[in-house]
């Protein structure tokens, strides 16, 4: 069995989320979501709207999610790698070559975003629209 992982925060669901994870289970057999929890977005100064308990509902409904686990540190990669013995790892090309690291445990690979889609823009747009 080939296991896949892959990290964020997944607030505000939206296409490019359904679309990572649908090319990440495609990519293998089982997929992982490490799920960002609020203290860790917290030390990221990051706010999600939905909680960690909500956002984990919401990702363990997808078809393409096998598993959710909780992502604390920035460190924990190469430890969550090794403990669920996994095949692939994961991100948005983003975040190219911040995890080349993970190479001696396992393949790595960096996916391209969705196009015009983001959370941070959806944010955006709501601001506007209720500011406007």
Known sequence: ??????????DL???GHI???????AMGDYLIVA???DEFNALKNKKAYHSYENRKII???IR???EV???????QKAQDVQKHDIDLFVMGDDWK??????????DVVYLPRTIGISTTKIKKDLNKVNNG
């Open 59 to 61: 990702l363990e409904s």
């Open 69 to 75: 686990i909780p992502e604390e540190t920035w460190g």
């Open 1 to 10: 069995m080939k296991k896949v992982i892959t990290y964020g925060t997944f």
């Open 97 to 106: 070559g911040e995890f080349d690291f993970l190479s001696a445990h396992c």
């Open 35 to 37: 799920l960002s929890t």
């Open 64 to 66: 393409y999610v096998d």
């Open 19 to 25: 679309n990572i994870l649908r090319r990440a289970k």
């Open 13 to 15: 669901l939206h296409t």
